[in-house]
Every structure is written in structure tokens, then in C-alpha cells.
């Protein structure tokens, strides 16, 4: 099967989710769907944050299965779901965290993409990032990343995802300066910490 034209925003969610869950909770991956359910509507690591119910992403889970991008296992007493985003688009390792990243919390700078990408793929340093984003750009089969407008008083530029279209940037998007000095520090280690905390509550939840 071929990739699709576009993606819904549900889709993308739900693919950016379980490529996220294969990295971060494999213990419990492939996914059950009160899993997907749970980390789709996570409030952290979210851009925008979303509140998909049970039938939504079913709908969805029915047009990523069409294309391939999600693989269903009927082993156990409930289904499970796996990506294959990276065969489906041919896409390496590096290329599937960036995109993910970016369909999990929205456009970002380089080094905002470096630090949320790294729980799926380590890159080497900046300029490395910065050459598969260009990568993904010049696509022959078609654009996956763009290079957004410089907003005014923005020290960066940032990169978003064209899986669903051209990007709808929110205007805090946009606008909001670039993070740094301590107190961005401190506020990403509280993020942080509180992604860990959903992540065992998720793990906690698929143990019983």
C-alpha cells in the first residue's frame, strides 16, 4: 500500500502516539486501545492538546490499516496496535522521530526538536538534525517538513510537519520567542518529569 494524500489531525495523533509508545513503553507495546485512547489525550508533550474518544480513533485506526501505516494483532483477549510509519513513507529511524515529534507537539526550532526528538533517536548534534529536516523537505515523493516564516522577535525559525497539509500555525505559536537561560530549563525538566509520571500511570493501567 501507498502512503495517503494527507493525514486527519486524529491520524497523525494516533501514529505520532504509537511511534512514541514503541520507544518509550515497549513492555506494554503494541497498544491496546484504551492505551492509544489514553496517550492521544495526554496533556503533556501535546500540541494541540486533543480529547479523541473510543470511536474516533477506531474511525481512524480503519484508514491508517488501509494504508498500512497500522498493523492490528488479535493476540491476547484485546486487539493491539503497531505502527509501520517508516516503511510505508521509506523513511530511516531519524526521519521517523523528527516527524514525530512534530506531530505530537507542532512546530518547533532545531533545538526544541533535538530535545523532544531524543527519546526516540539520539542525533549526533544540530547540524545533523538540521540536514534530515532539509531531507524530508526536498522529498522527491513529496514534502513532509517545512520551513515556516521567522515570527517577529522569534530568535529561531521553526520546522513543522506537512503529513496533514500545509500547517494552521496558532498564533502562540508563531509568536513566542525561543526558549532560554534557566527558567527554560527548569520548565522543560517539569514537563519532563511529568511525562514520566502519564507514562507509568499508562504502564500502571496496562498491567492491570
Request: hydrophobic residues 50%; contains cysteine; proline residues 6%.
Amino acid at each position: 500500500m501507498s502512503a495517503p494524500a494527507q493525514l486527519s489531525a486524529a491520524e497523525a495523533r494516533i501514529l505520532g502516539v504509537l511511534v512514541e509508545k514503541a520507544a518509550t513503553v515497549p513492555d506494554t507495546y503494541p497498544l491496546s486501545l484504551n492505551a492509544l485512547v489514553t496517550g492521544c489525550n495526554q496533556k503533556t508533550s501535546r500540541d494541540p492538546v486533543m480529547e479523541l474518544d473510543e470511536a474516533t480513533v477506531l474511525a481512524a485506526l480503519d484508514t491508517l490499516r488501509a494504508h498500512d501505516l497500522v498493523i492490528e494483532s488479535s493476540g491476547g483477549r484485546v486487539p493491539r496496535y503497531a505502527h509501520n510509519m517508516g516503511r510505508v513513507y521509506q523513511l530511516p529511524t531519524p526521519a521517523v522521530a523528527l516527524l514525530t515529534s512534530l506531530m505530537l507537539r507542532g512546530p518547533q526550532t532545531v533545538a526544541e526538536l533535538r530535545a523532544s526528538s531524543e527519546r526516540f533517536y539520539r542525533f549526533v548534534d544540530a547540524s545533523s538534525l538540521e540536514a534530515y529536516l532539509e531531507e524530508l523537505a526536498g522529498r522527491a515523493a513529496g514534502a513532509l517538513t517545512v520551513l515556516l516564516a521567522r515570527a517577529p522577535g522569534a530568535r529561531e525559525a521553526r520546522w513543522a510537519h506537512l503529513l496533514c497539509g500545509e500547517p494552521v500555525v496558532p498564533a502562540h505559536a508563531v509568536a513566542a520567542p525561543a526558549p532560554g537561560g534557566l527558567a527554560a530549563d527548569v520548565a522543560a525538566l517539569r514537563e519532563e518529569v511529568a511525562l514520566l509520571r502519564e507514562e507509568v500511570a499508562t504502564l500502571k493501567a496496562a498491567l492491570g
